[in-house]
């Protein structure tokens, strides 16, 4: 079962980024994010980075619904939870004596809990995120995944009326599972160059890095797990009222090692309130 999950690899909403980009919501504001998030196989990168397509009669798709809650303790910084809901299916047709798959694995992935600190005034800032050894349904079996720990940057700026830079930079410690097994640590980053039309809405082109080191059995590490996987966002943000906001992007990867190449998309809903 853990060798089926670990083909999405990257792509599994969640699984490098348990947070979004953006700097901390306002002192005594709850944001909440709820999103959709939908991705199709359509290959993988071998250890060489070249892409081999999925055979005839093979397909791969994820489904993800991820939720997560922000809430401002103190200017510049606040406390985030985040958990997401996915349905992974695989189909694939008859191949001589091997007969015809049609499997969907389903389960509630492991939550992130977190703290973002950041100088607002500069757009600059700092989070540390434990993600929970926990999950449900085929996600946990047969034994629950081990923790993470993740620490890293974001960061925001107007540059000029026209032109916004985000991004994140991350690095991510996996422990050892039940079984003796370590996925190799994670280092990501992530910059999203937007053109503004207005102060209600813009366009942007996000590009995404992710790089792992090679996993480990037993404190001895396996060869050739080491994976990477480049990824660009085109998108769309914008602000309907002064408390909702929607954006939407379509990843699509580029280029990989021992990864999945695939395409989607993922549409977010923010909400915030005062409390």
Request: cysteine-free; overall charge negative; proline content about 6%.
């Amino acid at each position: 079962m853990k060798k089926v999950l670990a083909i999405v690899g990257f792509a599994l909403i969640g699984s490098s980024f348990g947070l979004d980009e953006y700097l901390p919501v306002e002192k005594s504001k709850l944001e909440v994010d709820l999103a959709y998030g939908f991705m199709s196989a359509t290959g993988g990168y071998d250890s060489s980075g070249k892409k081999q397509d999925l055979p005839d009669g093979f397909s791969q798709s994820q489904n993800a619904i991820p939720l997560q809650l922000k809430y401002g303790i103190m200017p510049g910084l606040d406390v985030e939870a985040f958990w997401a809901f996915g349905i992974i299916g695989i189909k694939s047709d008859a191949v001589g004596p091997i007969p015809a798959t049609d499997k969907s694995f389903s389960g509630f992935t492991q939550p992130d809990i977190a703290v973002k600190y950041a100088m607002m005034d500069i757009g600059a800032g700092v989070f540390l995120d434990y993600t929970l050894p926990f999950a449900t349904g085929d996600f946990a079996d047969p034994d629950q995944p081990p923790m993470a720990l993740a620490f890293g940057a974001v960061y925001t700026k107007l540059f000029m009326p026209k032109f916004n830079l985000t991004g994140l930079l991350q690095y991510k410690l996996n422990f050892e599972d039940k079984g003796k097994f370590k996925d190799g640590n994670v280092f990501s980053i992530y910059a999203k160059p937007e053109f503004r039309f207005n102060e209600f809405g813009g366009a942007y082109l996000g590009l995404r890095y992710d790089m792992a080191g090679e996993g480990a059995f037993d404190g001895t590490s396996v060869k050739d797990s080491d994976a990477s996987l480049f990824t660009l966002l085109p998108g769309w943000n914008a602000t309907w009222l002064p408390n909702v906001a929607t954006e939407v992007n379509v990843p699509l990867t580029l280029m990989g090692k021992n990864n999945t190449a695939s395409w989607g998309i993922n549409a977010n809903v923010y909400y915030t309130v005062a409390l």
